[in-house]
T-cell receptor
């Protein structure tokens, strides 16, 4: 079956530090890849996505590149802010009728001033 | 801009009690989903409804039932709650031909 593996957290960084959260996947076929973010007390929001190999998704200073050869979709940001503190989920979906999402376990990011 | 609305936000049940979690979306989306979120396990799909009138099991359906009442509403029912069902439950919806799901704010359920 399909699966997503993320680095375990929590990840604690100082403001303006560089962020990387690793994500690798296993899938039969060619999935679409997503990063969702969950702020405290809220539901998940789509942060960025990529639908085919070598696509780069970007939003709010975050970036991730769909790497088919390494089955990875690592999330990066050059300079984090306190407001980026949240839980980040990597996910995939196969482009079928159900379009169900398979999630990684989530990585909590804490940014200190 | 309500999006996906879930009720209630919090609920405490005793073992064996029943309850229904409600979800409604106002985006005219065809597909709706119920997930549970447990620490370190991400979100796992309980049931989904690809379109009005259809429902299918996801990864962890045991102990739950669902009803797609109409295009807007998709409810999740626990007939006899167990402590293992203590979790945060999220409803999501997706438009036809799109691959982005939109999530509600969640229902935090504790079963004692």
């Amino acid at each position: 079956g399909n699966s997503v593996t993320q680095m375990e957290g929590p990840v604690t960084l100082s403001e303006e530090a560089f962020l990387t959260i690793n994500c690798t996947y296993t899938a039969t076929g060619y999935p679409s890849l997503f990063w969702y973010v969950q702020y405290p007390g809220e539901g998940l929001q789509l942060l960025l996505k990529a639908t085919k190999a070598d696509d780069k998704g970007s939003n709010k200073g975050f970036e991730a590149t769909y790497r088919k050869e390494t089955t990875s979709f690592h999330l990066e940001k050059g300079s984090v802010q306190v407001s980026d503190s949240a839980v980040y989920f990597c996910a995939l979906s196969m482009n079928n009728a159900g379009n169900m999402l398979t999630f990684g376990g989530g990585t909590r990011l804490m940014v200190k001033p | 801009n309500a999006g996906v609305t879930q009720t209630p936000k919090f609920q405490v049940l005793k073992t064996g009690q029943s309850m229904t979690l409600q979800c409604a979306q106002d985006m005219n989306h065809n597909s709706m989903y119920w997930y549970r979120q447990d620490p370190g396990m991400g979100l796992r799909l309980i049931y989904y409804s690809a379109s009005e009138g259809t429902t299918d099991k996801g990864e962890v359906p045991n102990g739950y039932n669902v009803s797609r009442l109409n295009k807007r509403e998709f409810s999740l029912r626990l007939e006899s709650a167990a402590p293992s069902q203590t979790s945060v439950y999220f409803c999501a919806s997706r438009g036809w031909g799109k691959n982005i799901q939109y999530f509600g704010a969640g229902t935090r359920l504790s079963v004692l």
